[in-house]
């Protein structure tokens, strides 16, 4: 007898998928609105997951969401270019019990991802170009290896510091100048294993002021095209801000319009209160942990210089800290620096500086 196959058809039904993201393979969790499909393992490919979903559910609208982290958004954009809905949510923000937490499993994230999906409760982040993100991975390359020489720098004070040789009074400025790197390397101890010591670091310390001076280089060729040459022109007018700090505000931000409010912005700054209340106790817990560590840290540094140079901005320094501690005063100019960059990046014109008085 010859026999008869049905062809499922799920056409108007929606079909979610959660993806717990690891190196060598994902922990895949799918459900429809009625009941969970199956949670497996699968290649860190996109065409196997969605063959399957093909496969299994044809004629379905597939929705996925997967956490942001090292992966990046690569996944989100293929999965879109195959024509699949696709989230990347903040790991921060996904609900999660007390069970799931004390029994952590890929297994568990992939379903706990895929729940949250398909009862609406996860907001998606923004996801920025492919030309964006090499453009942001430029600038904060350059800001690592700042870190890293100042590390390099710490470890030669330090070295020096061990065996008690002091440094020249013109040798002790901020800045490292090649005359001071010089002068550094004829330097010498009682043993050559000391010196192959020092020499190791001030070796270092070279290579690293070349990569940056590099770096600088390719960022500063970056700001003359578009679609940064008239924004960095205008963040430029704001007091305060170098070329050096519009790249980093403008790759890291990408598009002012999706912040729809000042709040919103500062919020993704860290710029804002924490808060902790319960009933009718209320308390300010301080600056929020919640930031974007490049933007809020740069924020801060130039705040401290537009504050010795605008005349608004110091009155307004000075009114502050005179009720209140100077390091949380300057978080406030902060944020007034913040909307100035909003009115600059927004209105696309430079900023007009005004020593109209100022309220706090």
């Given at each position: 007898?010859?026999?008869?196959?049905?062809?499922?058809?799920?056409?108007?039904?929606?079909?979610?998928?959660?993806?717990?993201?690891?190196?060598?393979?994902?922990?895949?969790?799918i459900?429809?609105?009625?009941?969970?499909?199956?949670?497996?393992?699968?290649?860190?490919?996109?065409?196997?997951?969605?063959n399957?979903?093909?496969?299994?559910?044809?004629?379905?609208?597939?929705?996925?969401?997967?956490?942001?982290?090292?992966?990046?958004?690569?996944?989100?954009?293929?999965?879109?270019?195959?024509?699949?809905?696709?989230?990347?949510?903040?790991?921060?923000?996904?609900?999660?019990?007390?069970?799931?937490?004390?029994?952590?499993?890929?297994?568990?994230?992939?379903?706990?991802l895929?729940?949250?999906?398909?009862?609406?409760?996860?907001?998606?982040?923004y996801?920025?170009?492919?030309?964006?993100?090499e453009?942001?991975?430029?600038?904060?390359?350059?800001?690592?290896?700042?870190?890293?020489?100042?590390r390099?720098?710490?470890?030669?004070?330090?070295?020096?510091?061990?065996?008690?040789?002091?440094?020249?009074?013109?040798?002790?400025?901020?800045?490292?100048?090649?005359?001071?790197?010089?002068?550094?390397?004829?330097?010498?101890?009682q043993?050559?294993?000391?010196?192959?010591?020092?020499?190791?670091?001030?070796?270092?310390?070279?290579?690293?002021?070349?990569?940056?001076a590099?770096?600088?280089?390719?960022?500063?060729?970056?700001?003359?095209?578009?679609?940064?040459?008239?924004?960095v022109?205008h963040?430029?007018?704001?007091?305060?801000?170098?070329?050096?700090?519009?790249?980093?505000?403008?790759?890291?931000?990408?598009?002012?319009?999706r912040?729809?409010?000042?709040?919103?912005?500062?919020?993704?700054?860290?710029?804002?209160?924490?808060?902790?209340?319960?009933?009718?106790?209320?308390?300010?817990?301080?600056?929020?942990?919640?930031?974007?560590?490049?933007?809020?840290?740069?924020?801060?540094?130039?705040?401290?210089?537009?504050?010795?140079?605008?005349?608004?901005?110091?009155?307004?320094?000075?009114?502050?800290?005179?009720?209140?501690?100077?390091?949380?005063?300057?978080?406030?100019?902060?944020?007034?620096l913040?909307?100035?960059?909003?009115?600059?990046?927004?209105?696309?014109?430079?900023?007009?500086?005004?020593?109209?008085?100022?309220?706090?």
């Amino acid at each position: 007898m010859e026999k008869q196959y049905t062809r499922p058809d799920f056409s108007g039904q929606d079909i979610y998928f959660g993806i717990d993201v690891g190196l060598k393979g994902w922990k895949v969790a799918i459900m429809t609105r009625d009941l969970e499909h199956r949670v497996f393992t699968q290649p860190p490919d996109v065409s196997i997951l969605v063959n399957y979903l093909s496969r299994k559910f044809p004629g379905g609208r597939y929705h996925g969401v997967y956490e942001a982290g090292y992966s990046g958004f690569w996944i989100h954009d293929e999965i879109r270019e195959r024509g699949v809905e696709c989230m990347v949510a903040n790991p921060a923000d996904v609900p999660t019990k007390h069970k799931e937490k004390a029994h952590k499993s890929n297994r568990v994230d992939a379903r706990k991802l895929v729940r949250s999906l398909m009862n609406n409760e996860l907001d998606p982040i923004y996801v920025p170009s492919r030309r964006a993100m090499e453009d942001r991975s430029l600038t904060r390359s350059r800001c690592e290896f700042v870190k890293k020489q100042t590390r390099c720098k710490n470890q030669i004070k330090a070295l020096l510091a061990l065996y008690g040789i002091t440094l020249r009074e013109e040798e002790t400025e901020t800045y490292w100048s090649r005359k001071r790197v010089v002068y550094l390397e004829q330097l010498k101890f009682q043993r050559p294993s000391g010196d192959q010591t020092l020499k190791s670091l001030l070796e270092e310390l070279v290579f690293l002021r070349g990569t940056i001076a590099r770096l600088c280089k390719q960022i500063r060729a970056l700001a003359l095209e578009e679609p940064y040459c008239i924004s960095v022109g205008h963040l430029q007018s704001v007091c305060g801000l170098s070329m050096m700090s519009a790249m980093i505000i403008l790759t890291e931000l990408v598009d002012i319009n999706r912040f729809r409010t000042l709040d919103h912005l500062a919020s993704y700054c860290g710029l804002v209160p924490g808060e902790h209340s319960t009933g009718e106790d209320q308390t300010i817990t301080g600056i929020t942990t919640r930031r974007n560590p490049m933007l809020r840290g740069l924020l801060i540094e130039c705040a401290w210089v537009a504050a010795r140079k605008d005349p608004a901005l110091h009155q307004a320094f000075n009114k502050l800290a005179a009720r209140m501690p100077k390091n949380k005063a300057i978080i406030r100019i902060a944020r007034k620096l913040l909307n100035r960059i909003r009115f600059v990046l927004k209105n696309q014109q430079p900023y007009e500086m005004s020593i109209a008085r100022t309220t706090c």
